[in-house]
């Protein structure tokens, strides 16, 4: 039993991994709100190598549709800009010689079911995850009847597996609400 104990732990701390990937990936999806996450990802030259911007500047949200990025070296500027205009954030950069201001334009109606429909992707790939997770948790504890394990203790094991993986679909399901709901608001 102590094996089976062992592999619904491992399998529990996996799928809180999963969820917090998953909650990672939703912060770079935009709900109408300016936030710094949704630079995440983008990339500048610096000094001919590439650098996460947030590590080449300074990125704040002074108010709820703006975004303010201060390069650490006003050389860098042009490099800060060019990135951003490369990335797919879809933000036009306004660059005054010191910072460059980023403009959130509100959400049309057609963007926010687009948004959406990128949550449910990322959610899709999260339960997929978890489910993954819960088979090779099931095939490991199965594998343990040729070492002496009973049945009875395996189909437990098997039906505490199942436990755990409705208890984090639900969870996931719960994300997708809150986030479906934070992006459809107006």
Not at 26 to 39: E, F, V, W, Y
Not at 160 to 165: E, P, W
Request: charged share 35%; proline share 3%; hydrophobic share 40%.
């Amino acid at each position: 039993m102590e094996e089976i104990e062992l592999f619904l732990d491992d399998a529990k701390d996996t799928m809180e991994k999963a969820l917090k990937h998953l909650a990672i990936e939703l912060t770079k999806i935009r709900a109408g709100k300016a936030s710094a996450q949704m630079l995440d990802g983008i990339q500048v030259e610096y000094y001919g190598m590439m650098s996460p911007l947030n590590q080449v500047a300074s990125v704040n949200t002074p108010d709820a549709r703006t975004i303010v990025v201060k390069p650490f070296e006003r050389k860098l500027i042009g490099e800060v800009e060019k990135a951003i205009r490369n990335s797919n954030v879809g933000l036009a950069p306004n660059n005054d010689g010191e910072m460059i201001r980023l403009n959130v334009p509100p959400l049309t109606e057609e963007r926010r079911r687009d948004l959406v429909k990128k949550v449910k992707q990322e959610v899709e790939v999260a339960k997929v995850n978890v489910r993954n997770i819960r088979k090779d948790t099931n095939d490991d504890i199965r594998k343990l009847v040729k070492e002496g394990v009973s049945e009875d203790a395996v189909k437990q094991g098997e039906e505490r597996v199942q436990k755990l993986t409705d208890a984090f679909i639900a969870r996931i399901e719960e994300v997708f609400a809150a986030k479906e709901k934070d992006i459809l608001m107006v």
